[in-house]
């Protein structure tokens, strides 16, 4: 199915931005949407966004709405999150999903083997 990889993690002040890359192999035509999610120390994994592949739909949790934008490139089979205005509360490890179901019906649920190996993103006062 297809298989991802995340980069571009890092140390960030509050305040500032960063760009999460997800390069995406294996049958992604087969794909209807990508997302990414999130677990920060002592929470669950969280949903953060997801895209329809192919007509780039978007979905966001609340949380992150208006400072977080998704986008992908098909072509490239690549996928990214913006970060803008981080907060101290954004840090976690920031997970690529190859194949997310459910996000017309809101449930936003990752197929197992569809996951990245995560990067960490740590934002400081």
């Known amino acids: 199915q297809v298989q991802v990889a995340e980069s571009g993690g890092g140390l960030v002040q509050a305040g500032g931005s960063l760009r999460l890359s997800c390069a995406a192999t294996?049958?992604?035509?087969?794909?209807?949407?990508m997302g990414w999610f999130r677990q920060a120390p002592g929470k669950e994994r969280e949903f953060v966004a997801a895209?329809?592949?192919?007509?780039?739909?978007?979905y966001y949790a609340d949380s992150i709405k208006a400072r977080f934008t998704i986008s992908k490139d098909n072509a490239k089979k690549m996928m990214y999150l913006q970060m803008n205005s981080l907060k101290v509360e954004d840090t976690a490890v920031y997970y690529c999903?190859?194949?997310?179901?459910?996000?017309?019906?809101?449930?936003?649920?990752?197929?197992?083997?569809?996951w990245g190996q995560g990067t960490q993103v740590t934002v400081s006062s």
């Open positions: 999903n190859g194949d997310v179901l459910g996000v017309v019906a809101g449930t936003f649920r990752p197929r197992d083997d569809s």
């Open positions: 294996g049958r992604t035509f087969e794909t209807y949407a």
């Open positions: 895209i329809r592949w192919n007509d780039g739909i978007t």
